[in-house]
T-cell receptor
Framework: LAKTTQPISMDSYEGQEVNITCSHN???????ITWYQQFPSQGPRFIIQ???TKVTNEVASLFIPADRKSSTLSLPRVSLSDTAVYYC????????????FGTGTRLLVSP | DSGVTQTPKHLITATGQRVTLRCSPR?????VYWYQQSLDQGLQFLIQ???????AKGNILERFSAQQFPDLHSELNLSSLELGDSALYFC???????????????FGSGTRLTVV
């Protein structure tokens, strides 16, 4: 199973860049890496997805090293509204393990 | 609006009762997933359906059951409710069987179930 490990919590201040790393040592060849954001009492929201190297969209960047055993979600210049839980999910289109969310990383952004 | 519709948004019921939660997936999505999230807990996977058939099962209690209908909407039935069943129940959908490719899952806003 492609189990993931993330820090339980992180603190930051407004305007700073935040990097959250996820370890997935058992990632399989066909696995994608997907990050979700969840606010209290809301469903998780897709942030970004990647397979290798770097992916960037309007809200975040995802860095994946060549061995793909980890990935880093980068949030540039965070604001108070980025306070949320961030989940890293690894899996392909066939395996059960992809459906298991870990404990996530609770990010607290302070003024 | 994510495109995944869950009803009702809130539900209060007594112990021992039975309730049905409904989910309409995003247009074109064939897979539906159900998750349970208790207060300050992570997302617990319950069950997945793909195009009407059960695809994967998580730690779903025997008192719980689900189905996906021909129009692709899904219902989660919870019976003999206990206080510990109080939680947020999320439905998610994806275009593929697994949901990892093509931008993963799209979640609904959830149904908050309170058992008293």
């Amino acid at each position: 199973l492609a189990k993931t490990t993330q820090p339980i919590s992180m603190d930051s201040y407004e305007g700073q860049e935040v990097n959250i790393t996820c370890s997935h040592n058992n990632i399989a060849t066909n696995d994608y890496i997907t990050w979700y954001q969840q606010f209290p009492s809301q469903g998780p929201r897709f942030i970004i997805q990647g397979y290798k190297t770097k992916v960037t969209n309007e809200v975040a960047s995802l860095f994946i090293p060549a061995d793909r055993k980890s990935s880093t979600l980068s949030l540039p210049r965070v604001s108070l509204s980025d306070t949320a839980v961030y989940y890293c999910l690894v899996g392909d289109d066939t395996g059960f393990q992809k459906l298991v969310f870990g404990t996530g990383t609770r990010l607290l952004v302070s003024p | 609006d994510s495109g995944v519709t869950q009803t009702p948004k809130h539900l209060i019921t007594a112990t021992g009762q039975r309730v049905t939660l409904r989910c309409s997936p995003r247009s074109g999505d064939l897979s539906v997933y159900w998750y349970q999230q208790s207060l300050d807990q992570g997302l617990q996977f319950l069950i997945q359906y793909y195009n009407g058939e059960e695809r994967a099962k998580g730690n779903i209690l025997e008192r719980f059951s689900a189905q996906q209908f021909p129009d692709l909407h899904s219902e989660l039935n919870l019976s003999s409710l206990e206080l510990g069943d109080s939680a947020l129940y999320f439905c998610a959908s994806s275009a593929t069987r697994g949901g990892q490719a093509n931008y993963g899952y799209t979640f609904g806003s959830g149904t908050r179930l309170t058992v008293v």
